[in-house]
């Protein structure tokens, strides 16, 4: 295991496969990315993740853009669900068109998935995102079906939007078998003034939660997020907008799509460009002294 110079552990490694997508959500933040110049072939993606594995960085997430979209995204989950060492590979998609890829992709061997699902209205979900809400709900059902576990909701809480429908995110949550997370609008790649207008804090939400919960629990080794049990549900509060407690215990390396490791989603000047040097000849060594070099330079963005 390798830490950084605050003492964090880097446990996870999130790959983004691509920035393409098929919504139009306008508060993605695109795992920090800005202008990406090209897409990591199959073989540099599963290179990348053997190399994390060696570190010791044994938890994959794959992420986008939309990696549903990836044409060899089977080959992808497959290759890496065979790397010796792993012990967790999971999935962040938007839902879409996961109906038709949700039993492949668990027989190929990913374990979890998380669905973005911003509302329950569907008209809200075609305004806001340009997609059909019944796509996403029909993936949820297929990927409970196929037996991956556990389906998470990511509902991205935005005020004036969607902030009135937790109860509502809640009932679904029980009635499809998944867990909900709410999520707190974070002010990357989307301007002051949408932010202003929709950051919703969850503070109101979190006190309601208390108060039906019959167990409530702290995430040590996921920055520290609160996991509330209510009788017939579970939620997750994700709050990483100026937290302190949130930054340090992260425990998260990116790998952009186009294949630059990036110690923190928050910044976007202290990225180490893993792709160039493998293209140009690199030994398995050199890269690990770039997986190394990216670690040192995790900070926390908000320090205590």
């Avoid at 509902?155 to 009135?164: A, E, F, S, T, Y």
């Avoid at 390396?253 to 490791?261: A, I």
Wanted: hydrophobic letters at 35%.
């Amino acid at each position: 295991m390798i830490y950084d110079n605050f003492g964090r552990p880097t446990l996870n490694l999130r790959i983004s496969l691509t920035q393409r997508c098929n919504l139009r959500c306008p508060y993605c933040h695109r795992e920090g990315e800005t202008s990406p110049s090209t897409e990591m072939s199959l073989e540099e993606i599963l290179r990348i993740a053997r190399i994390s594995l060696r570190l010791n960085i044994s938890r994959v997430k794959l992420t986008g853009g939309e990696p549903l979209l990836r044409s060899d995204i089977l080959q992808i989950v497959k290759g890496i669900a065979e790397l010796k060492g792993l012990r967790d590979l999971s999935m962040t998609t938007n839902g879409t068109l996961l109906s038709s890829f949700a039993k492949e992709l668990r027989k190929n061997g990913l374990a979890r998935v998380n669905v973005n699902l911003l509302t329950l209205d569907r008209e809200i979900y075609r305004t806001v995102t340009g997609g059909t809400l019944r796509d996403v709900v029909d993936g949820v059902r297929a990927a409970v079906d196929a037996g991956f576990y556990p389906v998470k909701l990511n509902m991205l809480v935005l005020k004036g939007v969607n902030d009135h429908e937790i109860p509502r995110m809640i009932d679904f949550a029980e009635r499809s078998g998944t867990i909900l997370q709410l999520i707190e609008l974070e002010p990357v790649n989307v301007g002051q003034d949408y932010y202003g207008r929709h950051h919703y804090g969850l503070n109101g939400a979190e006190e309601e939660l208390k108060k039906r919960a019959w167990r409530v629990e702290t995430r040590r080794n996921m920055q520290n997020r609160r996991v509330y049990f209510l009788p017939r549900a579970k939620v997750e509060v994700i709050r990483p907008i100026e937290n302190t407690e949130f930054c340090a215990h992260c425990t998260r390396l990116r790998v952009t799509s186009d294949g630059k490791l990036k110690p923190c989603l928050m910044r976007n000047d202290n990225l180490v460009d893993v792709l160039t040097p493998m293209r140009n000849g690199a030994e398995d060594e050199a890269l690990i002294q770039l997986f190394v070099e990216a670690i040192k330079r995790r900070e926390p963005y908000y320090k205590g």
